[in-house]
């Protein structure tokens, strides 16, 4: 009967130790099935993460993009502004340079001449024909460091017919301004006469 019972024991035991094996072979069964699950969410994670991010970098470029044109619009509105406060003054100088030129300089003296570089520097001037632009007769522009300061500053008029004067107009004063450079050739007209009198 012991031995009976010893052999049953045994077969029990065997069958226990087989259940066990059996049970640990499928944990890790399911446990592999469970980590393949885990990392093919993982990699899901990971690629919905860089979708994303793309899209937020995207995102954040188109915004950045139409930051950069409104900031552009806006200074070329600026720019504009300044362009029409300055419109009227540089149309006056050069229907001067064009009336001047047509009737009261002799064949001796070069015309003069009208730059206008306003849109691109905000200034224009008036000069001798035959000299270097930097060489002008008088310059208008407006101070200012950026557009914004030059739309609530006053207009500049320097004037090198003589000794160098800068001359301040509100930008309603287009008739003054205008006067002035006429008055102011006139003088400079009749200092070459006496000049050329002198000489011959």
Do not use: W
């Not at 570089?117 to 000299?131: L, M, P, V």
């Amino acid at each position: 009967e012991l031995e009976l019972l010893k052999k049953k024991n045994l077969r029990e035991i065997i069958e226990l130790k087989k259940k066990k094996h059996q049970f640990n072979k499928e944990l890790l069964k399911a446990k592999q099935l469970e980590l393949r699950h885990l990392e093919r969410e993982q990699k899901a994670l990971e690629k919905r993460i860089i979708i994303e991010q793309k899209a937020l970098e995207k995102r954040l470029d188109l915004q950045l993009k139409d930051h950069k044109r409104q900031e552009k619009e806006k200074i070329y509105q600026f720019k504009q502004q300044v362009v029409e406060r300055l419109e009227k003054y540089s149309r006056n100088m050069k229907s001067i340079v064009f009336q001047v030129n047509k009737r009261y300089l002799t064949k001796k003296r070069p015309p003069l001449a009208f730059i206008d570089n306003i849109a691109e520097s905000g200034e224009c001037f008036i000069k001798n024909q035959d000299t270097p632009d930097n060489d002008y007769l008088f310059l208008l522009y407006i101070k200012g460091e950026n557009a914004s300061e030059r739309l609530i500053n006053d207009i500049s008029l320097e004037d090198r017919t003589d000794t160098v004067d800068t001359k301040v107009f509100n930008p309603k004063n287009v008739f003054e301004a205008s006067d002035y450079i006429i008055d102011r050739l006139a003088l400079l007209f009749e200092r070459e006469r006496q000049d050329l009198k002198k000489a011959s």
